[in-house]
């Protein structure tokens, strides 16, 4: 009944703005996807705010739908879509003003069966840090999110496990397609690939890349658990994700996507920063 509600509340909203013209376009969710998944709709004409909907099935991250778009245009955004506009507008690949976000406070996604989606159940950030226009779900404010297992200082242990995990992966780069901050045109991993040489899938390859994409990500991930979630191998790496993340709170007091107006740790630069590596210690979750 809550998300009835919240649906029509939503409805009513939308199509105020398609209707005053404030707005020509609306990124939101409809139903009709596989296994009773939400996908990501465009709404256009008041009318088509009717097919709007909102619920624990609303997982796709649509933020990058924004890319490239040239115009304003409004989004139905949880916490870790607007994280990511946020960023966007950070890395100055969207301007503020082009973008109306319709924040939503999230209880946290499931599948199916009812399961939480990766990084729904550990999520912290269960309302929208910005927002134009607010929907509120009065059941976050007495949610409890439990703590997640923080992770040993033993460096060959952790790295066994990043090794047995990284042996799974078919370099398919599900993950990356997934992630919205891999957003270059030609990623540094097929930089030197020739177009009927496919990319080899050695050890040594796999590792390169994803290292290389946990390092692009420090300082940037929204833990949104796309990238698991994409994954048909069961390649789990967004623990260390999660720990990059933790060591640059702890040491720079970021975190991404919660305000566009502090400027993202690793584009500053202090004399008296810490050098400190992440790889051999700390718990971050």
């Known amino acids: 009944m809550i998300y009835e509600e919240m649906t029509k509340n939503i409805r009513a909203l939308c199509g105020k703005l398609l209707e005053s013209k404030e707005l020509d376009l609306i990124i939101a969710y409809k139903g009709g996807g596989i296994n009773d998944m939400q996908v990501p709709y465009f709404a256009k004409q008041p009318s088509d705010a009717q097919n709007i909907e909102w619920g624990d099935r609303c997982y796709q991250n649509i933020a990058p739908y924004l890319h490239g778009l040239g115009k304003k245009a409004g989004i139905l955004a949880k916490p870790c879509d607007v994280r990511a506009i946020v960023q966007y507008i950070t890395e100055q690949q969207l301007k503020r003003e082009n973008v109306y976000i319709i ?16 990084g729904c159940a550990e999520c912290t950030v269960r309302k929208p840090p910005v927002y134009d226009e607010y929907v509120k779900d009065d059941r976050v404010d007495g949610l409890n999110i439990a703590k997640t297992e923080a992770k040993g200082d033993d460096l060959a242990e952790n790295f066994e496990r990043f ?30 690939i020739t177009d009927w040489q496919p990319a080899s899938i050695d050890e040594g390859t796999k590792m390169t890349f994803h290292i290389g994409r946990i390092m692009h990500l ?3 991930c929204i833990e949104c658990g796309a990238c698991e979630a994409s994954c048909q191998s069961d390649v789990n790496l967004f623990y260390i994700i999660k720990n990059v993340s933790g060591f640059i709170e702890e040491l720079y007091g970021y975190n991404a996507g919660m305000d566009a107006d502090q400027k993202p740790a690793l584009l500053t630069n202090k004399f008296d920063d810490k050098e400190i590596g992440f790889l051999g210690g700390g718990n971050h979750g």
């Open 163 to 192: 090794k047995k995990e990284v042996k799974k992966c078919i370099l398919c780069y599900a993950c990356r397609q997934a992630c919205y901050g891999c957003y270059c045109k030609e990623c540094f991993i097929e930089r030197d």
């Open 218 to 220: 420090a300082g940037r």
């Open 103 to 118: 924040g939503v406070d999230c209880m946290g996604m499931v599948d199916e069966n009812g399961k939480p989606r990766p």
